[in-house]
């Protein structure tokens, strides 16, 4: 622990790479050595410091600036903010805004735990932060602010007097608009200060843009950021697909951004929705409720679900003396009506088996139940190994453990979304939908039940419904997650798609590159929609390429462009050994090929795709996902193979384009046409020059003519085959 007296640390400004370096001072120090688990505090520390490293310095310059910080879900997101905030607080932030949650119990809950963390109830510890909830421009409220500003401004403040001011507030427009008021009452000109918005995917964004519209909470937050002449505005989220794909002129499209990485007992998709599904159950299609399958009772699947939770439940309080939680989402749908159909369900199988557990032991009914838990013991035994206590050890303990488990219903059903006491029992079942789909944080959550489907696939909404990831790894034998099958090929498909997207981001972030440069694009299974239509401006476009060819529509360029793309071919080909291809005898000149076979997709892909400049939109969109289809296949293999031609080497062939500069039609035919008998005898048409196992890259060299003149000669253009082993779905966006 650091000393109280310990005096703030004035920030550095470097000027080697344009960045700042900030300091970890008392603040820091003390924040990671009472908050931060030993083995974290290293990574959490330079994490934060890359974080504000990247933000406008602490010098009061007019200048505005927006951070991408991308954990996963339930990965500690609240505590890496936590440390950004102490650590400006240690180099002279004077305001730190937390935007804080939809609703008041997760605005309460972060607050909460800001207070506790930060230790700002401990009465004999300096008064290093004020801190205010919700709070409006109010005499005492603007009085009380000023007065913390003018201490900075005074130079005779003795360092231990100054405090920076601590605002939560509720991502609500009234709530925002009042903090705006208060801003511009205040007055901070020169003032730096940091906006933390936690879960940012989420509400914050242009709900209307594509009607050329500001949606509420949008607006109030620009109108807050526009009364903060000098501050960094962070958003936090583990979904970032909505902020990554907003217009790249938008306040809220990030210029910088750094990746979390999770301590060690982290356990996300990857442990989740490995090859072998250990901890994945798949609920059958009877037991999920449907227009066409409406359910009168409740679900074999979820008895089976809540015999597993209440035999781990029973070894957790034997074995954790009844210290911490143990808890099970049952998160069935977004309609409130089907949580209470649930909910009762639950409480009433709850009620029956606590009152069969109390039946004399030779009741038969007791006997039944009993051995019906036991087939629940042999499934943990599979995962919890020998630390599970023995089954007849534990029956006695059964119906301790359920007197000692709530069933609570969550959602705002009644007006307001109840808390949950969670020291006041060891097990919890909580049925709920979205009140619990982000932020809501699940104690020991073990057990989760989700009959739910994807609805309109949204990939952001669907993976935060994933309560169960969390640093749960000296419990992971006692969790389940039983899925629909939509649901469960969702969150399989959604693993390759988070990491292909944090291994981009990552690249940017560690070559220190501004987030504008990067290439919208990313796999995606066709079954998953990155985010929600309504937040962007422009639209993305959707590929698959498999067994298919991808060539440019648009082949007419400046001199510029094709001088150099003539460059990037003679540079390629040279030093390749090619052969003729074999062939009909009575091929003509343009029918017949030089092949070279067995090259390295990599050096393909590094000497001569990405080199290659692609002009029309389109097709730069579609060029973009084959390279990035490409990628993915080189991280599967680094050592694929590729087969490249070269078409017509000794005769240049002609070519129509359009008013656009399109070609009219790329591809040599068949021949002969007729008698078809007979079609292709001769020349099987450009389409099966190709290796059908490899990635295979034609080579054309083509005069372009419009009214049968030629307009430019020597234009190389590369058309590119992929089997349909190195399939991937991908979306990319231009960068308007």
């Known amino acids: 622990m650091t000393n109280d007296n310990s005096i703030i640390v004035e920030p550095l400004v470097a000027s080697t790479n344009g960045r700042w370096e900030p300091v970890a001072g008392p603040e820091t120090l003390d924040f990671l050595a009472t908050v931060v688990p030993e083995a974290s ?6 994490a934060a410091v890359s974080i504000l490293s990247k933000s406008v310095p602490p010098t009061g310059e007019l200048s505005q600036g927006t951070g991408l910080v991308v954990g996963y879900v339930q990965s500690g997101k609240t505590m890496s903010f936590e440390t950004v905030a102490v650590l400006a607080r240690d180099n002279a932030f004077q305001i730190v805004i937390v935007v804080a949650g939809t609703a008041n119990p997760l605005l309460d809950q972060s607050t909460g735990r800001l207070r506790r963390d930060l230790r700002l109830d ?10 205010f909830q919700n709070p409006s421009a109010e005499d005492a409220t603007v009085q009380a602010i000023r007065d913390v500003l003018d201490d900075w401004r005074d130079p005779g403040t003795p360092e231990e007097y100054k405090k920076t001011v601590l605002i939560t507030v509720l991502k609500n427009y009234r709530r925002i608009q009042n903090m705006a008021d208060l801003i511009r009452a205040v007055g901070v000109q020169g003032v730096p200060v940091l906006i933390i918005d936690d879960e940012a995917d989420q509400a914050s964004l242009n709900t209307e843009v594509a009607q050329g519209q500001e949606s509420t909470t949008y607006r109030h937050l620009m109108a ?5 002449p000098s501050h960094t505005y962070l958003q936090y989220t583990a979904t970032p697909q909505a902020p990554l794909l907003v217009s790249i002129i938008d306040s809220l499209s990030p210029n910088f951004v750094q990746v979390l990485n999770p301590g060690d007992a982290y356990v996300g998709g990857r442990e989740f929705f490995a090859d072998n599904h250990t901890y994945v159950r798949v609920i059958p299609p009877q037991d999920v409720p449907t227009n066409s399958n409406p359910l009168i ?8 679900a809540l015999r597993v939770f209440m035999v781990g439940v029973t070894a957790g309080i034997r074995e954790g003396r009844n210290t911490g939680n143990r808890s099970m989402l049952v998160h069935p749908s977004h309609l409130t009506a089907q949580h209470q159909e649930y909910y009762n369900w639950v409480r009433d199988i709850i009620d029956d088996w606590k009152r069969i557990l109390n039946l004399s032991d030779n009741d038969p009914d007791k006997q039944e139940l009993i051995e019906e838990f036991r087939t629940a013991y042999d499934d943990l035994t599979q995962t919890v190994g020998e630390g599970l206590p023995n089954f007849d ?45 982000r932020g809501f944080t699940l104690e020991g959550l073990t057990v989760t ?15 935060q419904r994933a309560r169960f990831f969390g640093y749960k790894r000296y419990y992971l034998g006692y969790c389940r997650v039983y899925l629909e099958q939509g649901t469960l090929r969702a969150f399989q498909t959604y693993v390759e798609h988070e990491e292909d997207i944090r291994g981009q981001l990552e690249e940017f972030q560690d070559n220190g590159q501004s987030l504008n440069g990067w290439k919208r694009a990313f796999v995606l299974d066709t079954a998953l929609r990155p985010c929600r239509h309504n937040v962007l401006e422009f639209d993305y476009m959707r590929g698959r390429f498999s067994n298919s060819w991808v060539a440019p529509r648009v082949i007419l360029a400046s001199d510029t462009v094709v001088q150099a793309n003539r460059q990037a071919v003679a540079g390629f080909i040279q030093g390749l050994a090619f052969e003729e291809d074999g062939g009909h005898p009575d091929r003509t000149d343009v029918q017949r090929h030089h ?49 490249i031609y070269r078409i017509s080497p000794t005769t240049r062939r002609r070519r129509g384009i359009d008013e656009n500069g399109e070609v009219t039609n790329l591809f040599q035919g068949e021949a002969p046409v007729h008698p078809r008998e007979r079609r292709g005898e001769v020349y099987p048409g450009d389409r099966a020059i190709r290796d059908n196992d490899n990635v295979t890259i034609q080579i054309h060299t083509l005069d372009l003519t419009r009214d049968d003149q030629v307009v430019t000669e020597n234009v190389p253009i590369l058309a590119i085959w992929v089997p349909a082993r190195l399939a991937r779905a991908w979306i990319t966006q231009d960068e308007q």
Do not use: H
């Open 393 to 437: 050890e534990l029956v006695s303990s059964l119906r301790f453990a359920f007197r000692n488990t709530r069933v609570l219903e969550v959602n705002a059903r009644g007006g307001r979304t109840p808390p949950v006491d969670w020291r006041s029992a060891y097990g919890w079942i909580l049925v709920g939908g979205q009140a619990m789909d």
């Open 297 to 304: 009772e409740p679900p074999e699947s979820l008895l089976d």
């Open 41 to 46: 505090r290293d990574n959490v520390r330079d």
């Open 224 to 228: 807050l950021r526009q009364a903060l």
């Open 122 to 131: 401990e009465p004999d510890r300096e008064r290093r932060w004020i801190q």
């Open 449 to 463: 039940y989700m009959p739910r489907g994807i609805g309109v696939g949204n990939a952001d909404t669907v993976q």
């Open 595 to 643: 092949v070279c076979r067995g090259i390295p997709l990599r050096r393909a892909i590094e000497q001569l795709l990405v080199i290659m400049r692609i002009t029309g939109i389109t097709d730069s969109q579609r060029n973009t996902g084959l390279l990035l289809q490409l990628s993915k296949a080189l991280e599967d293999d680094p050592d694929e193979l590729s087969t």
